[in-house]
């Protein structure tokens, strides 16, 4: 897919401690150097909270791009980051083209992930892991894996739903990875779900592990969605879906363009673990956002007057130094930010869109005006300036403006304006601490021949 849009890019694979090989997509060079963006902040139909003032700003020696990694939600891949039909409202794409880093993550058991040194997917043991794998596991092996293949400092951290709920339980419980994540971006975040209103699916909720274990099996979370998906018809499929979320959760997806769902849908579902499903079951049932609960009550059916025979742990969201930023909107039942706001520590910026649903975040019409902005606005706060890509650009427009003034058709061509601007570009070097090999090349031939640089 990100081939399609004439993207080079890389697979890499992360070995987790306990063998998982989970695939990680990067994408580092931009295919329009020289583009210009809307940067300006849409405040209007939105509430927003800035307080990015008062956080300390990691600074660092590093001299490559800033580092962004991308993580998807429940029963989702990396795909959802370039699924939008219109390339700048993909996320991934709009960060590389602005000089960034962007690595995109993998879930274990989504179809990029089903390896393991060991276990095979087709056994019970492959599928044994929840959100605490998530949090503890995966997320800080990937961020190691990608500091070491950039050599940076520190990195951005973007979730969209459930990609949120394990950077909070992983920054709530590693200390050491609030050093290497400078920045955490959460995209409708998912740590405090409010669950679903139907008694039927209320119920099924508060059932106790050993029945829904009974009723899904103990592997691969409603498999049979994948064939479906692939027999029904797209807009057949659209309709199904439509359907279904307004079903469980109030959603009506208006915001969403029909074409865009025809394609976007498509990229809804991929494998996880039941085991999962259940943890989210209990963080639901239970109010808390806490740990797998591995000794559930005895009871088969949990009420507000049972008996608590035990308190599983919950995951010490407070105690993460990160600054976070915060995206969700009015319509989002899956939200609820005033619960959520409660257990973390102050926030760096919120944006509430009003009307937006869940799935809006990823897809939405406008999406790239009303919240890629606020995005870059807080990558180049809490980042370094990205001196490399910032050089090659200034270098670029100088080139270009330089060959202007000095090729004229109506007089022959003469080295004064050559000479003027090598002063021009002396200075321009100067202020580029970090220029790399390339803009050297660039430079050298701009002060001998701006027609040797084309």
């Known amino acids: 897919m990100i081939a399609l849009w004439g993207y080079d890019y890389e697979e890499h694979y992360v070995r987790t401690r306990d063998k998982y090989l989970l695939c990680v ?54 795909e959802v980051w370039i699924s939008n039909i219109k390339e700048q409202r993909n996320l991934a794409f709009y960060l590389v083209e602005r000089g960034y880093d962007v690595w995109m993550g993998n879930a274990r058991g989504n179809k990029y992930s089903q390896s393991h040194l060991t276990r095979n997917p087709k056994n019970d043991k492959f599928w044994e892991f929840s959100i605490n794998e998530f949090a503890m596991i995966d997320m800080p092996d990937t961020i190691d894996y990608i500091l070491k293949q950039t050599g940076a400092p520190n990195l951005t951290y973007i979730g969209f739903s459930q990609g949120t ?40 909720v508060k059932a106790a592990p050993s029945i829904i274990y009974c009723l899904l099996g103990r592997k691969i979370f409603l498999k049979s969605v994948v064939f479906w998906q692939r027999v029904i018809s797209p807009p057949v499929f659209v309709k199904l879906i439509d359907g279904a979320v307004r079903f469980l959760f109030g959603w009506h997806c208006k915001n969403m363009a029909e074409e865009q769902k025809l394609v976007s849908y498509q990229h809804l579902f991929s494998m996880t673990s039941v085991k999962t499903i259940v943890h989210w079951f209990q963080i639901i049932s239970s109010g808390r956002f806490q740990m797998y609960d591995e000794t559930p009550s005895l009871l088969p059916y949990s009420t507000i007057n049972s008996v608590v025979d035990h308190l599983p742990a919950k995951f010490p969201t ?121 803009d050297k090349v660039i430079l050298n031939n701009l002060k001998t021949s701006p027609i040797a640089a084309l």
């Not at 339980?169 to 400078?182: F, Q």
């Not at 679903?196 to 119920?203: A, E, I, R, W």
């Not at 130094?321 to 609820?336: C, M, R, W």
């Not at 995005?375 to 050089?391: A, D, R, W």
């Open 25 to 78: 997509h990067r994408i580092k060079e931009p295919k329009y150097p020289n583009i210009e963006y809307n940067t300006s902040i849409i405040e209007k139909g939105a509430t927003i909270i800035d307080q990015m003032n008062k956080f300390k700003k990691t600074r660092g020696n590093h001299k490559g791009k800033p580092v962004v990694l991308l993580y998807h939600g429940l029963t989702l891949t990396s």
């Open 165 to 204: 709920a394990q950077a909070f339980g992983g920054l709530s419980i590693d200390p050491d990875l609030n050093e290497r994540v400078n920045l955490f971006i959460a995209l409708a975040p998912a740590a405090s779900p409010k669950g679903f209103s139907h008694p039927l699916l209320d119920g099924f």
């Open 318 to 438: 407070k105690q993460i130094k990160t600054p976070i930023a915060i995206f969700y909107g009015s319509g989002d039942t899956l939200v609820d930010f005033d619960i959520l706001q409660a257990n973390l520590p102050p926030l760096a910026y919120v944006k509430n869109i009003h009307h937006w649903e869940h799935m809006d975040f990823l897809w939405a019409d406008g999406l790239e005006d009303k919240v890629f902005p606020d995005i870059v606005k807080l990558l180049e706060c809490f980042n370094s300036k990205n001196q490399h890509y910032y050089s090659r650009s200034q270098l670029l427009q100088h080139r270009t403006s330089i060959i202007d003034e000095s090729f004229d058709e109506e007089a022959d061509f003469t080295p004064v304006n050559t000479v003027t601007n090598t002063f021009e570009l002396e200075s321009l070097g100067k202020k580029l601490k970090d220029t790399s090999k390339d």
